[in-house]
């Protein structure tokens, strides 16, 4: 079974209390809570909550350390099949869309991107900045363009060494038939009034910075350009830092670019799947969740 929808929907409540329910574990599918330097920017779990309920793929690297959604595939998939040895629902929970389609669906086969390829895109990247590689994709592929998180370098790098490799656009190699798993989905989405959503989003975020988000994000401030910190709350902090903004523009871009991505979320989850099952946030229960259980399993 999978709980997931946008940032601050209210996945975490609910999920530990189906855990509790369920008797399972969490399997955690959120990107950025993998690590361990970044607790309050990404609403890890708390030290209780991990207590009351262990998840698993909290805290297991280092910022400087590289992983991505096919190590996350193959890493989530062996722990699940050593769950489902001793238990019949397995429950993951997260807003990492890459993560739980990468474990649900599978991830297309990609080219391998030659180091001369890199090497070129990357440099054309640092002479001629994001504005060029918006361009790019724009002219290359408009369809991954209109999906993509157009200010993330990484991502629209990628996309262009795998164009520039394939010959093909990149939204036409991410059509690939649906990965065979031996266990059935369950896939829960939640999601709330957009008003509501945004207000508690930016609610959130103030709740962050009184927890200390300014002296985590300073912490690892060294390590701006690693893609692991490449993320809404850390990114607008270090424009603090370097001084092209300040403190309290940076709160007001986390607020927005947070809502930017709630909305993001729930497009992906409403154009690339017809099999789930939404819930209104406010109103779901425990036993609404447990009633899509009876006679299946993951």
Excluded at 85 to 101: A, E, N, P, R, W
């Amino acid at each position: 079974m999978v709980i997931s929808g946008p940032t601050g929907v209210g996945k975490t409540a609910l999920s530990l209390d189906v855990a509790a329910a369920l008797q399972s574990d969490i399997v955690n599918a959120d990107s950025r809570q993998i690590y361990r330097e970044l607790t309050i920017g990404t609403a890890a779990p708390t030290a209780e909550e991990q207590k009351r309920i262990k998840h698993w793929f909290v805290g297991i690297k280092s910022v400087t350390e590289d992983y991505n959604a096919g190590m996350y595939e193959r890493d989530a998939l062996s722990l699940i099949r050593q769950m489902m040895q001793k238990q019949d629902i397995v429950l993951m929970t997260g807003g990492s869309m890459m993560y739980i389609d990468a474990v649900c669906s599978g991830l297309d086969m990609l080219p391998d991107v030659s180091h001369e390829t890199r090497a070129e895109l990357t440099a054309c990247y640092q002479e001629r900045g994001l504005g060029w590689l918006q361009t790019e994709l724009r002219r290359l592929d408009p369809q991954y363009y209109s999906e993509v998180d157009t200010c993330n370098p990484q991502r629209l790098l990628h996309a262009l060494e795998i164009i520039r490799e394939a010959g093909v656009p990149y939204s036409q190699l991410r059509q690939g038939e649906k990965a065979q798993r031996e266990f059935s989905i369950i896939m829960v989405c939640l999601q709330r009034e957009r008003s509501e959503l945004y207000e508690r989003i930016n609610s959130r975020v103030l709740h962050m910075m009184q927890a200390g988000l300014e002296d985590e994000a300073r912490s690892v401030y060294t390590y701006k350009g690693l893609n692991s910190l490449n993320t809404v709350g850390y990114k607008e902090m270090f424009q603090y830092f370097d001084g092209d903004i300040n403190r309290d523009d940076a709160v007001r871009l986390i607020q927005q670019h947070s809502r930017n991505y709630a909305k993001r979320q729930l497009t992906w989850w409403r154009n690339r799947h017809n099999d789930i099952t939404w819930f209104d946030a406010g109103k779901v229960t425990t036993g609404d969740i447990l009633a899509l259980t009876d006679n299946r399993h993951i």
